[in-house]
């Protein structure tokens, strides 16, 4: 942004004397900065997330019908991360998908404000209102991680040098597009990152994991999104609560490939609007 600018302050906690930086620690030069202010109040957290501590009673709030739904989403998507994988995951049950990894498993999560190596979120003591992900929540870093300015995230992304990106999704189709930014006539923030993470999906894989219908019983997976796109022909892997459906982009053909325990094929056929074909060998979600 200062780059881009045409008048670039900058608001400092520290004012030093010149020569006090080591040049290896300037991440901006100063031929970008015109003006300097100094900082007269604490740092802001737009929104301060901590780690949940386990309490008693939690188990049965792990038992309530919408978290084993949501769980499950996220168990089945946590399989598509492979050790050592880059991974961006959107807000939501994405971000469930790394605590249901098997022990010993690693992968980097990228975040597209500009880290890789995010961790989860932060207990008390750990909080540093300088470390927040692309939700603006306050986050941790692993051992190993490096932060970086916009044009370095976007160029990651953009490159496919993320393995996966897991998203959640309004509608998808069957040929694989994806609208997840806005519904018309709603309030919406706006797409975040969601548009350059499809960009590339012949490089990074796109996971959907989201429920099978939306708030009003209406099928989320169609023959063609009728809300405006995300990115078109993008979507390989479609997970829900019901079941997994491999995406056929070249095709544009859904097939059926695993179903949750209890779930049978005709309430898949009931709920999803779209056409598809069932594997010969359905498996069972885990």
Known sequence: MAKAATLTIVEAENIVPVGS???NDVDLPGIFVDRIVPATSEKHIEILKLREAKTEGSESLAQSPAITERNRIAKRAAKELKQGYYVNLGVGIPTLAPSMLPEGVKVWIQSENGILGMGPYPTED?????IIN?????VTLMPGAATFDSTESFGMIRGGHVDVSILGALQVSAN???ANYMIPGKVFKGMGGAMDLISNPDQTKIVVATSHTAKDGSPKIVSECALPLTGANCVSTIITELCVF???RKKGELTLTELAPGVEVEEIKEKTGAPFHIAEQLAVME
């Open 126 to 130: 750990e909080v540093d209102p300088d």
């Open 134 to 138: 692309a939700g603006k929540e306050t």
């Open 246 to 248: 491999q995406v056929n």
């Open 176 to 178: 694989g597009d994806l």
């Open 21 to 23: 930086i080591d040049p």
